[in-house]
């Protein structure tokens, strides 16, 4: 009963989104919407996407230690952007342990104590991003309280975690199992949430999203040749963070193409040049790491449903 229930409200949603982005759509005018594209500025924003995978790949090395090389760090990276685009619900960020596991022999407690490392930093970043984004678009204090309200719930967690109370609450865990693979995790954090680490961590997660926000805005201003102002193209670019994080569809399709027909055309852009600049968009962000990860995976002759079935 509650699997259909929630079948039936994912379509509801689907079709919601489906019909919020065809809705009144003139499709004579999507493929002249391509025509000011730059292709210069196109293929820099591509670079730029692989430039962040590489950034991306070095927090987490430095996350791990160096006990997980570069080489090995960039593969599973871009394998989790393969496999992000073939199953729902950011499945390639467990898919990525997997890799590590059976190529590099990084053990899955090890690997998933990184993990969740590092989504505890994404979700900060974003977190305050998103906050300072939603009091320039709305000017409404509720809204930064709240922001901030969800802030402060993250870092209490994150010390929660470093604390000896959380050790001493794994032992109410049911099975034994179960708890000896929580005791390693904890060990594992305390060893990735030194303040060392942290402080590099924390460097490296700036320097990724500022080059995600780079990438972003150099499409819009650059690429789609959109007249807007930086704060526009923060905001907009902002709103595209948050769609492409929803895990309706494989990467973040329909949300992302929705949240961004929704905010340019707030900027008085065309709902026709708003589509393609999304679908392009999210070719951009997932397509050429796919490539690279395919390449990799034929050169190590390794079967890609293999690795997803795993």
């Avoid at 065809?22 to 004579?28: A, G, V």
Wanted: proline share 2%.
């Amino acid at each position: 009963m509650k699997k259909t229930v929630s079948l039936s409200l994912k379509f509801a949603i689907l079709a919601a989104l489906a019909y919020y982005i065809f809705h009144d759509i003139d499709i004579s005018l999507l493929t002249p919407a391509l025509k000011n594209y730059s292709l210069l500025w196109l293929f820099i924003t591509v670079l730029s996407v692989i430039f962040s995978d590489l950034i991306l790949a070095l927090r987490w090395r430095s996350l791990s230690q160096n006990s997980c090389s570069l080489k090995a760090s960039f593969e599973s990276i871009v394998f989790s952007v393969l496999t992000n685009t073939i199953l729902p619900a950011k499945l390639g960020e467990v898919a990525k342990l997997f890799y590590l596991q059976k190529l590099y022999k990084i053990k899955l407690s090890h690997g998933f104590s990184l993990m969740l490392t590092e989504r505890f930093f994404d979700v900060l970043v974003l977190g305050i991003l998103v906050v300072l984004s939603a009091q320039i678009y709305w000017q409404d204090k509720t809204v930064q309280i709240f922001g901030w309200l969800v802030i402060t719930f993250i870092i209490i967690l994150f010390f929660l975690i470093k604390s000896p109370l959380s050790r001493e609450m794994i032992h109410f865990f049911p099975t034994k199992f179960f708890r000896r693979w929580l005791i390693r995790l904890y060990h594992h954090f305390q060893i990735v949430l030194a303040k060392e680490s942290v402080m590099i961590l924390t460097f490296w997660s700036i320097i990724l999203w500022m080059s995600y926000i780079v990438t972003t805005m150099i499409f819009f201003h650059f690429v789609m040749g959109l007249s807007l102002n930086t704060t526009e193209l923060f905001i907009a670019t902002m709103v595209s963070f948050i769609a492409f994080s929803i895990p309706l569809l494989p990467a973040g399709s329909g949300t992302f193409q929705a949240g961004i027909i929704f905010i340019l055309t707030q900027y008085g852009v065309a709902k026709e040049e708003a589509l393609v600049g999304s679908i392009i968009l999210q070719l951009i962000m997932v397509l050429p790491s796919s490539i690279i990860s395919i390449i990799i995976l034929q050169k190590k002759s390794l079967s890609l449903k293999e690795l997803i079935r795993s």
